[in-house]
């Protein structure tokens, strides 16, 4: 039994973390832009990336597990088991495919944290444009006042008086 498809579900992998890296560099644009269809629609392909990419791991630990049973060994998800069974040539192209799938998986947590800061921001943004648009519930008091003196003032809560 040789790690061949396992080498083969690797690259399967990198081909999908690289387009979910490419999806969620057009996200951050998306979010600049504040365009929500676009957003939307990223959205849904990040989803079906993900669903993809989970389908390729459990195929990929399943051929894991049938590798080390070949090989008289106890199943385990430890990368060192593999590359022990593996030959020589499979043992440099898993190596490679790993360190080329933790490239992409760090930029696309890199490009992740970005979009979040930049929703994170937004919305603080939306919370204060709120915040000076709406009248505030009682009027504060800096000077000291004793609360048995202290007089309970009607809040007006509308922009204009009626009255006048």
């Not at 490239?103 to 919305?123: D, P, V, Y």
């Amino acid at each position: 039994m040789s790690a061949a498809a396992i080498i083969k579900q690797l690259d399967q992998l990198i081909q999908l973390h690289s387009s979910l890296s490419k999806v969620a560099a057009q996200k951050t644009e998306a979010i600049k832009t504040n365009n929500i269809d676009t957003l939307n629609t990223l959205l849904n392909a990040e989803q079906k990336h993900t669903k993809a990419i989970e389908q390729i791991e459990n195929t990929r630990q399943q051929e894991v597990i049938i590798l080390l049973a070949a090989h008289n060994r106890q199943p385990s998800d430890q990368f060192q088991d593999v590359l022990e069974v593996a030959t020589e040539q499979e043992r440099h192209q898993l190596i490679s495919k790993r360190e080329q799938l933790l490239h992409i998986i760090g930029e696309l947590k890199n490009q992740n944290n970005l979009n979040q800061q930049l929703i994170f921001h937004s919305l603080q943004y939306i919370n204060i444009s709120l915040d000076m648009l709406r009248p505030q519930n009682q009027q504060t008091n800096f000077n000291y006042e004793k609360p048995a003196n202290a007089k309970q003032r009607p809040v007006n809560r509308a922009m204009f008086d009626s009255k006048a």
